[in-house]
């Protein structure tokens, strides 16, 4: 009940494309959800986050839908670039802590 | 404002040795994680701690791992008679406070190798 399951765990998309990636959860009592982007040999950075009570959140490029009643979570980048080529993991927490439960990541690679 | 630095950045170990790993958080921050990267994995959750006191410790194997958080100084993780299993990717993160609205920063993290 724990895990967050993400797929898919690679993805390749021309440069200008939508990257989408998905994320699923069990555990009704995570409120939080961010997402985090990581390059190798570098620590993961908070991308963009939600909480469950809105159903979208968008910050320049890069959008969160939220879809509570199915236990589902995306993350889409409009207008990918070469550089957002990198790993990017779901998250979800809950209760009055920061334990982030991770699922196993996407490889993303944007093709020029 | 240095954000979380964490070291060694490399540390490469004999089998049976000890290895320790330093972080020292965010200026303001007193809440600490330890996270574990195995390769081509996501992180798994190993320790939660505020200044001298382990708050969760659920996802530290119960033999051979240890934390501390000290009043003064850097969060260590300590891990004994290292085997080569434990080679991975070592990620600690802080937090201002507790809770869902509480941003963590990750460090750059430390790669154990176990030879």
């Known amino acids: 009940q724990q895990q967050v399951k993400q797929s898919p765990q690679s993805l390749i998309v021309q440069k200008g494309g939508i990257s989408i990636i998905n994320c699923a959860y069990e555990?009704?009592?995570?409120?939080?959800f961010p997402w985090y982007q990581q390059f190798p040999g570098k620590g993961p950075a908070l991308l963009i986050a939600?909480?469950?009570?809105?159903s979208e959140k968008k910050e320049g490029r890069f959008t969160i839908s939220f879809n509570k009643s199915a236990k589902q979570f995306s993350l889409h980048i409009m207008d990918s670039q070469p550089g957002d080529s990198a790993t990017y993991f779901c998250?979800?927490?809950?209760?009055?802590?920061?334990?982030?439960?991770f699922g196993t990541g996407t490889l993303l690679a944007v093709q020029p | 404002n240095a954000g979380v630095m964490q070291n060694p950045r490399h540390l490469v170990r004999r089998r049976g040795q000890e290895a320790r790993l330093r972080c020292s958080p965010m200026?303001?921050?007193?809440?600490v994680y330890w996270y574990r990267q195995l390769p081509e994995e996501g992180l798994k959750f190993m320790v939660y701690?505020?200044?001298?006191?382990?708050?969760?410790e659920s996802g530290m194997p119960k033999e051979r791992f240890s934390a501390e958080f000290p009043k003064e100084g850097p969060s260590i993780l300590r891990i004994q008679q290292v085997v080569r299993g434990d080679s991975a990717a070592y990620f600690c993160?802080?937090?201002?406070?507790?809770?869902?609205?509480?941003?963590?920063?990750f460090g750059q993290g430390t790669r154990l190798t176990v030879v």
């Open positions: 939600i909480r469950p009570d809105v």
């Open positions: 998250a979800a927490s809950s209760g009055a802590t920061n334990k982030l439960i």
């Open positions: 555990n009704t009592a995570f409120d939080y």
């Open positions: 200026k303001g921050h007193s809440h």
């Open positions: 701690l505020q200044k001298e006191n382990i708050i969760d």
């Open positions: 993160a802080s937090s201002q406070g507790r809770g869902p609205n509480t941003e963590a920063f």
